[in-house]
């Protein structure tokens, strides 16, 4: 699988390293599935996207909040490494987001027996600086915006699953911000640093213009491997109830 003289891999070794990664995943979430068995745990670990914690109506935020009352570590994380952490039993829930069509379930990597369940959905709004010639628009296509720089904010839309969900190249990135605040990204819209998409309810300044093709919304989903009775399991009843 080496070369000796450089050493690198070989063509077959490269092609080994890309299925390394998952295989790896998938072995330590069999041995976390299995020692869920007989643990007994004494912590409450929950991994999230910035988004499900700050975008939803009022009542859905305060339902979630209300909901992780019981959790002793909240780690933020994007929708891939948050599914990652429950199936290597880093974390006992996860609150995994991102855009899709509406209903349509997101597209998180197969990690093992994990159940995945909705929590809710929210209509994306493109963040525009005031007086952007779009800016008095009543809703946007993402083709209208073809020519257009794009926040990159991985942690918080990442764009590359904003173009796998619209099913579009482009979207070129301008500004990138690796933070995780989502009002931070639509305050660089809002200054003219490239445009970003979000829930209406998390860009809290900038012109908000609703998206209305491709037809995609901000979805939440609850993911968790089997739980015995205990505050995990609590937590997945209020959050699901």
Partial sequence: ????????????????????????????????????????????????????????????????????AGVTTLRIACAAAAVALVASGEADLALADGPAAPSDPLNLPDTGPLT???????????????????????GLRLDDLADALWVDAPEVMPLDRLRAAARLDGLRPGIRYEGHDPAVAARLAAAGHGLTLLPASAAPCGVRVPLVAPRIVHRVELVHAALPPGPAAEVVRALTS
């Fill in 1 to 68: 699988m080496l070369t000796r003289r450089p050493v690198r891999p070989t063509r077959a070794g490269e092609r080994l390293l890309e299925h390394a990664g998952p295989l790896l995943l998938r072995l330590r979430a069999a041995r976390a599935d299995v020692a869920r068995l007989s643990a007994q745990p004494r912590t409450l670990t929950v991994a999230a996207g910035p988004l499900t914690l700050t975008a939803g109506t009022a009542a859905a935020l305060a339902g979630t909040a209300a909901a992780l």
């Fill in 116 to 138: 995945t369940v909705g929590v809710r959905e929210e209509e994306l709004v493109v963040v525009l600086p005031e007086g952007h010639p779009l800016a008095g628009r009543t």
